[in-house]
Nanobody
Framework: QVQLVESGGGSVQPGESLRLSCAAS????????MGWFRQAPGAEREFVAT????????SYTDSVKGRFTISRDNAKFTFYLQMNSLEPEDTAVYYC??????????????????WGQGTQVIVSS
């Protein structure tokens, strides 16, 4: 079956960096759009970033533009979220997801078919 496993979360101070990874199995990796979402306590899950099947197109929510970078390595069935200049507002559980949508990228929760279990990111001084 399809599995998406996140790693790389942790607790950091404002201004520091983290790199999240999502390892996929049980699917044809390059056939899927990949995305990152996050959910803060008491809030709904929200879109963070998405990347097209071969990485030529990316899209980000406004609050992370210029700070976060999504990338993928199709040979390793893995994609990443490099998070720089982290802010307390970035504190959340981060989820990776895979979408079979026919567009180049996907920004809505309902577009995604498979989800990871999440990894916690805490940004606090």
């Amino acid at each position: 079956q399809v599995q998406l496993v996140e790693s790389g979360g942790g607790s950091v101070q404002p201004g520091e960096s983290l790199r999240l990874s999502c390892a996929a199995s049980g699917l044809s990796f390059s056939a899927y759009i990949m995305g990152w979402f996050r959910q803060a306590p008491g809030a709904e899950r929200e879109f963070v970033a998405t990347i097209s099947r071969y990485g030529e197109t990316t899209s980000y929510t406004d609050s992370v533009k210029g700070r976060f970078t999504i990338s993928r390595d199709n040979a390793k069935f893995t994609f990443y979220l490099q998070m720089n200049s982290l802010e307390p507002e970035d504190t959340a559980v981060y989820y990776c997801a895979a979408s079979r949508r026919s567009t180049s990228v996907a920004q809505k929760l309902k577009d995604y078919n498979h989800w990871g279990q999440g990894t916690q990111v805490i940004v606090s001084s």
